[in-house]
């Protein structure tokens, strides 16, 4: 009953802007950490930046200082703004959300994943 929706990818020069963003939707009883995965062609997923419930982040080397990860706890969303892109962070972006559901028979906690959204950096 749990869905992400990610928005906010698309098509942009080296050196440009995007803001990526996830909202979680349904019978939530609460959400602990959430973040960002990254899986280029003929790649393996790869971790971009996490944020637990209390703000703290966490970045992957390639992006820190480019990538800010953040959330907003009232609306279920986080938010990946990526500025200074680089075609190296070509890629279809994942949102994750650790999410206990309240359940008939007491509590559920696991993680959600988002459909992806593709980004895509031209030189």
């Known amino acids: 009953q749990v869905q992400l929706m990610e928005s906010g990818g698309g098509l942009v020069q080296a050196g440009g802007s995007l803001r990526l963003s996830c909202a979680a939707s349904?019978?939530?009883?609460?959400?602990?950490?959430m973040g960002w995965y990254r899986q280029a062609p003929g790649k393996q997923r790869e971790l971009v930046a996490t944020?637990?419930?209390?703000?703290?982040?966490n970045y992957a080397d390639s992006v820190k200082g480019r990538f800010t990860i953040s959330r907003d706890n009232a609306k279920n969303t986080v938010y990946m703004q990526m500025n200074s892109l680089k075609p190296e962070d070509t890629a279809v972006y994942y949102c994750?959300?650790?999410?206990?559901?309240?359940?008939?028979?007491?509590?559920?906690?696991?993680?959600?994943w988002g459909q992806g959204t593709q980004v895509t950096v031209s030189s």
């Open positions: 349904g019978s939530i009883f609460s959400i602990n950490a």
């Open positions: 944020i637990t419930s209390g703000g703290s982040t």
């Open positions: 994750t959300q650790r999410i206990t559901t309240a359940q008939a028979m007491g509590v559920s906690t696991r993680s959600y």
